[in-house]
């Protein structure tokens, strides 16, 4: 037999009451009075102790009906074998370790590598755990069990997880939070899903319980956009551990713009956030560079006042008067007064200008306003980034070099030769770019095979009232016209054409179609030809044929042209850690031109790329690369081919400064189930209970305890009764 309510146990011990009555003389109930004692002062009798036990009977029926009682409280049930419940199964433990770049301050990574631990000695055997490290991305370190594992095993797997927990460290990456949880919640749900495939057919199996256990910082920059569009799974609880730092203060340095017409050369502008739970309010801001020292560093600060939760942008130069030659350019911003180290740097590419090689073709004087050369010149002026020097030729010249002299661009506004028209299709085919402006039907007859195109015929217009072309269909996904994608400058109807080329495309050649004009013949379109291409432009931009050299859109579109030829000595634009930087791709006379070095023992094959890390490391890219996303650390990376030398900064990304501590109840609010499933030890207790309290609820023995306790309490009345009856004793006669 079995009970539900032990504590009632307890109520056993009220036997020891009639015991104690029994044993106890009380004052008799008879009375008799005496004249001879009348006149004495009464005193009640002592209370003695018995010798021996009167009306045995009685004693044990009241005993037993206490006794009866006190088990029907306890609500005893009969278990049999064939209701012993099994075991339930282990849970299944995601352990998710922060390892964001937030994570290197102060000593929260001590705190998560205890806390790691303290979550470990608390699973039980049963349980299986797996290890996940993540930032911006989830990373598993120790998978889950493939099948039921040893005893043995299970122990060995946690000596392997602590083991590797040491060698974890906080990486450069944002916190996507989000990401993790979705991730983790997908992992485990495919290892249910493999669990129950490995079963056999037919059996009902219990699943194991979903458990992640994710101890971070919980910093409000942490990204939780994937858990908008994410249906958490019912059966997966979340239990949060976070790690926090007291008194510590945390702001942020970032280059607001770089242009050198915003300011000045010399002072670009810097922005600085101070964190809302911050308790500093001055910062100092300097421009160094790898081999500045401390006191450099000091001696040029600029000074910003910044109140918590709040940014302040101001001037700072990018180097002092006494500049010396010999140091390298300042490629960081250096931020001081900040108890958080980690983002105190923001680095920036060294600003050199690119040389852009370019030949032109073409009879147009320099000084001729009406013609395409005078308006190109001015277009791709040179910039503090950015130099186009043209050598200009006119046709009949020497144009069999171009293969050889390997210029970054060749520009055709002329009728050519055969032999030239070769000369430059050999250019293109060898990775050449050719921008070939078309004056007139003669010059596009002769540059057919270049073009792309079956014949040409000249479109005049008579200059009536409406006898004008404009431009209608736009491919705004070429990097001509993306930078007039947005709606603010998309609109090319202010720029007329007078006279334009109709031309055939021949449907052989591999040409887009970039813009067509408002009847729908071909404006510009790109002719890929071997490793190169070929712009064509049916309209001249000069007066004679079209406004655009006078409109708004003629320089910035030329310019960002010229700006995506020639070497890429380095990038405006900022990357941040583990972002895919895009690279140019390898042409055939980027190896010919790599060959000579090969042969005097470079350690790439033809065509790779060295992209050196700020650490000193060396990646080698295969020719056939399109990205470069071994971006693990912030600094400047430099990227070396053949004749092509450029760098690009990396920098954390600006959300991960946002230390402010975040509510786990905002994780609630996107659906995450918070707590923790009990162990299987609890579960299984918690589990018996209720069988128990269902077989007693069936059972109902307590009815038949309380109906013999109150036969025995019957019984024991009438007997007591029975007991209580005294006999009468004859006093004699009367006198």
């Known amino acids: 037999m079995n009970f539900l309510f032990w504590a009632f146990l307890g109520g056993t011990a009220a036997v020891a009451f009639p015991l104690l ?41 009241r005993a037993a009906a206490i006794v009866l009682i006190a088990l029907a409280f306890m609500r005893p049930f009969w278990r049999t074998a064939d209701e012993t419940l099994a075991e339930p199964p282990g849970r299944r433990v995601a352990l998710l370790v922060d390892t964001s770049a937030s994570m290197k301050r102060g000593d929260l990574w001590r705190q998560t590598l205890a806390q790691a631990d303290k979550a470990l000695d608390q699973l039980e055997a049963t349980d299986d755990v797996a290890l996940f490290a993540f930032d911006d991305r989830l990373r598993p370190v120790v998978a889950f069990d493939s099948g039921p594992a040893t005893d043995r095993e299970i122990a060995v797997k946690r000596t392997i997880v602590r083991e590797k927990l040491k060698e974890l460290a906080p990486s450069w990456g944002h916190t996507d939070l989000g990401g993790a949880l979705v991730s983790a919640a997908d992992v485990l749900a495919a290892v249910a899903d493999a669990s129950q495939g490995q079963g056999d057919v037919g059996a009902t199996t219990v699943p194991a319980t979903a458990q992640i256990v994710v101890i971070t910082d919980m910093q409000q920059g942490a990204k939780t956009e994937a858990l908008g569009a994410f249906e958490w799974p019912e059966q997966v609880q979340v239990d ?8 510590s203060s945390n702001a942020r340095v970032a280059l607001l713009t770089d242009d050198p017409a915003a300011i000045g050369p010399q002072e670009p502008r810097v922005r600085v956030w101070n964190a809302a739970d911050s308790t500093v309010e001055q910062f100092r801001v300097a421009w160094a560079n790898e081999k500045s020292g401390e006191r450099d560093i000091d001696a040029r600060a600029a000074t910003f006042y910044v109140p918590p939760g709040q940014s302040r942008v101001l001037p700072v130069p990018r180097e002092n008067k006494q500049h010396d030659a010999e140091q390298p350019s300042a490629d960081r911003l250096v931020l001081l007064g900040d108890d958080e180290p980690f983002d105190n740097e923001y680095f920036v590419a060294p600003r050199v200008q690119r040389e852009v090689r370019a030949v032109g073709v073409g009879r147009d004087r320099a000084d001729d ?29 020497e144009l069999a070099t171009l293969a050889t002299e390997r210029p970054h661009v060749v520009c055709v506004t002329d009728a050519v030769s055969a032999v030239e028209n070769v000369a430059i299709v050999r250019y293109v085919d060898a990775g050449g770019v050719a921008l070939v402006v078309l004056r007139d039907a003669a010059m596009a007859e002769s540059l057919l095979t270049l073009i792309g195109a079956t014949k040409a015929t000249e479109h005049e217009h008579t200059g009536g009232v409406g006898e004008y072309a404009m431009l209608g269909q736009i491919d705004f996904s070429h990097p001509m016209f993306a930078p007039f994608a947005s709606a603010r400058y998309s609109d090319f109807t202010k720029i007329r054409f007078w006279r334009r080329r109709t031309v055939a495309i021949d449907e052989k050649a591999n040409v887009q179609v970039i813009a067509r004009f408002d009847d729908g013949l071909p404006a510009i379109w790109q002719r890929t030809l071997g490793k190169g291409r070929t712009i064509v432009l049916a309209s001249g931009w000069h007066p004679r044929d079209s406004q655009w050299a006078l409109s708004t859109k003629f320089l910035p579109m030329m310019s960002g042209l010229f700006d ?16 895919a930087v895009a690279l140019p791709e390898v042409t055939l006379r980027n190896v010919e031109s790599q060959r000579g070095n090969d042969q005097r023992g470079n350690d790439r094959r033809l065509g790779d790329r060295v992209v050196r890390t700020p650490d000193g490391g060396k990646v080698v890219l295969a020719s056939a690369a399109t990205a470069f996303d071994a971006t693990d650390a912030p600094g400047v990376y430099q990227v070396e081919s053949a004749d092509d030398a450029w760098t690009f900064a990396v920098n954390l990304a600006p959300r991960e400064s946002d230390t402010a501590p975040m509510e786990p109840a905002q994780l609630e609010a996107l659906g995450v189930k918070l707590g923790m499933h009990l162990s299987s030890s609890d579960r299984a207790a918690q589990e018996r209970q209720l069988r128990d309290t269902e077989l007693e609820s069936r059972q109902k023995i307590w009815k038949w305890l309380i109906v013999g306790a109150l036969c025995v309490l019957g019984l024991e009345t009438v007997l007591a009764g029975w007991r209580s009856r005294a006999p009468t004793v004859p006093l004699g006669e009367p006198a």
Do not use: N
Request: aromatic content about 8%; charged content about 25%; cysteine-free.
């Open 21 to 61: 009555f029994h044993l106890i003389r009380r004052t008799p109930k008879g009375r008799q009075d005496f004249s001879a004692v009348m006149f004495l002062r009464p005193s009640p009798p002592r209370l003695t102790r018995r010798s021996r036990l009167d009306h045995l009977l009685l004693l044990l029926l």
């Open 240 to 247: 949060v551990r976070a790690v926090v730092i007291d008194g």
């Open 369 to 397: 306003a009406q013609g395409l050369r005078y308006y190109l010149a001015r277009a791709v002026a040179e910039t503090p980034r950015r130099k186009v020097a043209f050598d200009w030729r006119e046709p009949g010249g």
């Open 564 to 579: 995506r030829l020639g070497p890429r000595f380095s990038t405006a634009a900022t990357h941040v850690v583990h972002e």
